[in-house]
């Protein structure tokens, strides 16, 4: 069984920061890729950040230049400096990792509970 929990969620003012953390725990094999989606209301689902193979990273064009997304291997956790907010960062965080389980070796992609993001003044 593989578990995710996030936190650093919160309100915070136009131009500020938070930091999103999540951690991967239990039985897994090899971790293939993690990264961040966000949703707001009434919105789809949307890729904010990702590591792939090789470390390369991926943006969502909105956020590139204001977010940072980075990992500690030894942690099994994936964060998301979250610099410069706007309104329209506003939404819940879900993290993810795509995970070969070590009891199945089958992949999948596990997902956090989600922590909300509120920018408001």
């Known amino acids: 069984q593989v578990q995710l929990v996030e936190s650093g969620g919160g309100w915070v003012q136009p131009g500020g920061s938070l930091r999103l953390s999540c951690v991967v725990s239990g039985s897994i094999f090899s971790i293939n890729g993690m990264g961040w989606y966000r949703q707001a209301p009434g919105k789809q689902r949307e890729l904010v950040a990702r590591i792939i193979s090789g470390g390369r990273t991926n943006y969502a064009d909105s956020v590139k230049g204001r977010f940072t997304i980075s990992r500690d291997n030894a942690k099994n956790t994936v964060y998301l400096q979250m610099n410069s907010l706007k309104p329209e960062d506003t939404a819940v965080y879900y993290c993810?990792?795509?995970?070969?389980?070590?009891?199945?070796?089958?992949?999948?992609?596990?997902w956090g509970q989600g922590t909300q993001v509120t920018v408001s003044s």
């Open positions: 993810f990792f795509g995970v070969v389980a070590a009891t199945t070796r089958t992949y999948d992609d596990y």
